[in-house]
């Protein structure tokens, strides 16, 4: 089956600095890939998602790459805050007609230092 | 707030009981998915309902169950409960099931502890 991995499992950054985490994929049939922060004490929340016939998406200080042939892609955060402080988690979607489950990386938490 | 709703927040019990999770999904949504949050394995996909049929399997027990009922709410039924069922439990809804590129929105979760 589909396995996702995903570096670093822990960031620290200054305050103002960028933030990158970067995934791999191991299925070439995934065509859909979101990225979800997590505070504490909540559910994973959607910021952003690329689909597999897109390379790059930007969303004010998101931005997500997708590389298809080496099946790898990354989430830069700029200008960091505070309030970015969280677990972040990538996933993978595969094109199935049965079913449309998401396998998940095992999570980066990120550290904004103020 | 994505508009999933999931009950109860905290449930505490012992093990060798059952217990029933339950998830409203987003207005609008046919699809609803629960998912295993543990600190071991991680987020971890269990299954999928479609209009109330089941749609995909992931690495659920046999120990457990779900359903998906008319009014599309789903319910996760955990038997024969094992410390290391304890855990958090998402759901999360989707308008479609079969595209591969549909939108999951998750819930706040039910944590469950297990004595």
């Known amino acids: 089956g589909e396995n996702v991995e995903q570096h670093p499992s822990t960031l620290s950054v200054q305050e103002g600095d960028s933030a990158v985490i970067k995934c791999t994929y191991s299925d070439s049939a995934s065509n859909y890939f979101p990225w979800y922060k997590q505070e504490l004490g909540k559910g994973p929340q959607l910021i952003i998602d690329i689909r597999s016939n897109v390379g790059e998406k930007k969303d004010q200080r998101i931005a997500v790459t997708l590389n298809k042939t080496a099946k790898h892609f990354s989430l830069h955060i700029t200008e960091t805050q505070p309030e970015d402080s969280a677990v972040y988690f990538c996933?993978?979607?595969?094109?199935?007609?049965?079913?449309?489950?998401?396998?998940f990386g095992g999570g980066t938490r990120v550290l904004v230092k103020p | 707030d994505s508009g999933v709703t999931q009950t109860p927040k905290h449930l505490i019990t012992a093990t060798g009981q059952r217990v029933t999770l339950r998830c409203s999904p987003r207005s609008g949504d046919l699809s609803v998915y629960w998912y295993q949050q543990s600190l071991d394995q991680g987020l971890q996909f269990l299954i999928q309902?479609?209009?109330?049929?089941?749609?995909a399997k992931g690495n659920i027990l046999e120990r457990f169950s779900a359903q998906q009922f008319p009014d599309l709410h789903s319910e996760l039924n955990l038997s024969s409960l094992e410390l290391g069922d304890s855990a958090l439990y998402f759901c999360?809804?989707?308008?479609?099931?079969?595209?591969?590129?549909?939108?999951?929105?998750f819930g706040p979760g039910t944590r469950l502890t297990v004595l």
């Open positions: 996933a993978a979607s595969i094109r199935r007609a049965a079913g449309n489950k998401l396998t």
């Open positions: 309902y479609y209009n109330g049929e089941e749609r």
């Open positions: 999360a809804s989707s308008v479609e099931a079969t595209r591969g590129t549909d939108t999951q929105y």
